[in-house]
């Protein structure tokens, strides 16, 4: 199976925690999301603010990387959560004006969502590599 382009949705500082960490969460922990993703699916994190719960705006990619964890664990950071572990990094932020239609606005409130390999790749195209 081919691998899979994941966008979540999170605070840069929630993000920032999950590259210091080594790991992913969807959804404030939910287990679902994470087990529909495989080892070697890309991540790309939409940080709408900068902080949580009512931080500056911020509304860019902020964090992108790949899922390394074969399963999904227990968090630490929140009980009865989830995460998976992947290798992150932080990049320059790609604001969503720059992402045209390629990421798709209406869905960013689900948190956790599949793009689609036309889509991931112009955004792809758009990151600086590591």
Same mark, same amino acid.
């Given at each position: 199976?081919?691998?899979?382009?994941?966008?979540?949705?999170?605070?840069?500082?929630?993000?920032?925690?999950?590259? %210091? @960490?080594?790991?992913?969460?969807?959804?404030?922990?939910?287990?679902?999301p994470l087990a529909r993703m495989a080892v070697?699916?890309?991540?790309?994190?939409?940080?709408?603010?900068?902080? $949580? =719960?009512?931080? *500056?705006?911020?509304? @860019?990619?902020?964090?992108?990387?790949?899922?390394?964890?074969?399963?999904? *664990? =227990?968090? %630490?950071?929140?009980?009865?959560? $989830?995460?998976?572990?992947?290798?992150?990094?932080?990049? %320059? =932020?790609?604001?969503? @004006?720059?992402?045209?239609?390629?990421?798709?606005? @209406?869905?960013?409130? $689900?948190?956790?969502? %599949?793009?689609?390999?036309v889509s991931a790749s112009a955004i792809r195209?758009?990151i600086p590599p590591a």
């Amino acid at each position: 199976m081919a691998s899979r382009t994941w966008v979540l949705v999170a605070s840069l500082d929630h993000a920032r925690r999950g590259v %210091e @960490a080594g790991y992913v969460m969807a959804n404030h922990g939910k287990r679902a999301p994470l087990a529909r993703m495989a080892v070697g699916d890309d991540v790309l994190i939409y940080s709408p603010t900068r902080s $949580f =719960p009512r931080g *500056e705006p911020l509304r @860019a990619i902020t964090v992108v990387g790949a899922v390394t964890g074969t399963d999904v *664990e =227990p968090s %630490e950071a929140i009980p009865g959560g $989830f995460r998976r572990r992947a290798q992150l990094r932080e990049i %320059e =932020p790609v604001p969503l @004006a720059r992402l045209g239609d390629h990421l798709p606005r @209406a869905k960013l409130r $689900f948190g956790c969502f %599949e793009l689609d390999e036309v889509s991931a790749s112009a955004i792809r195209a758009l990151i600086p590599p590591a």
